[in-house]
């Protein structure tokens, strides 16, 4: 049982959550992306740079002793400036308004997590953040059947995130609301402004 709570674990972290949705709109939703640069580009910064941050946090001087809270918190770090990078890239390129909608959801959750945490003191799941974020922006493209997917295997995450005593219920539910409430706010400013 163990190994099924880490295996449900590493499948649903953010990083590679990022990437598979990314890539389920390269595929399924063609349009979001002009080109294949811009997909690489988004991939890069939302699901591979953020990653990076488990093999090097045990080279990283002021996180290689902190063991799995430094771990965490330059995971949050890493993710935070692929987000700003996505964000710059976006803005440089000529970008489509999904797009902005992706990498502003990401970005905005990756700040909320980092102030309710750092700031506030409130354990705010990053896990939970980057589950139900992707779940729900590829419902609204329309692509249920990989959220179904997703979110099946989001549920024995978090059952397996409490049971390796990772988190409680409350830190994951507060965490899946950042961005889903985002969400919910981003895509009628996004129809509302014509962007």
């Known amino acids: 049982m163990d190994k099924v709570c880490k295996v449900a674990r590493i499948l649903t972290l953010a990083q590679l959550l990022a990437a598979f949705s990314l890539t389920m709109l390269y595929f399924f939703r063609p349009e979001v992306y002009p ?7 988004m991939l890069f910064y939302l699901g591979i740079l953020p990653m990076l941050a488990y093999p090097l946090q045990p080279i990283v001087p002021k996180f290689k002793h902190k063991g799995r809270e ?6 949050m770090i890493f993710a935070v400036v692929g987000y700003l990078l996505s964000a710059l890239t976006c803005a440089l390129t000529d970008a489509t308004p999904d797009m902005w909608l992706v990498t502003l959801e990401y970005l905005i959750s ?16 990053a896990h939970g953040c980057g589950t139900a974020g992707p779940i729900f922006l590829l ?3 329309g692509l249920y059947i990989p959220s179904a997917i997703m979110a099946v295997l989001t549920v024995v995450a978090y059952v397996s995130s409490v049971k390796m005593k990772r988190h409680t219920y409350p830190q994951l539910i507060g965490g899946s609301l950042i ?3 985002l969400l919910a706010v981003l895509i009628p400013l996004f ?3 014509g962007a």
Request: proline share 0%; no cysteine; glycine share 8%.
């Open 35 to 41: 080109t294949g640069w811009h997909y690489a580009y």
């Open 179 to 181: 961005s889903v409430l």
């Open 139 to 141: 419902m609204y493209f």
């Open 70 to 75: 430094g771990q965490r918190t330059l995971a």
């Open 191 to 193: 129809h509302i402004f």
């Open 110 to 125: 990756g700040v909320l997590i980092l102030v309710f945490n750092k700031v506030f003191h409130l354990r705010a799941s």
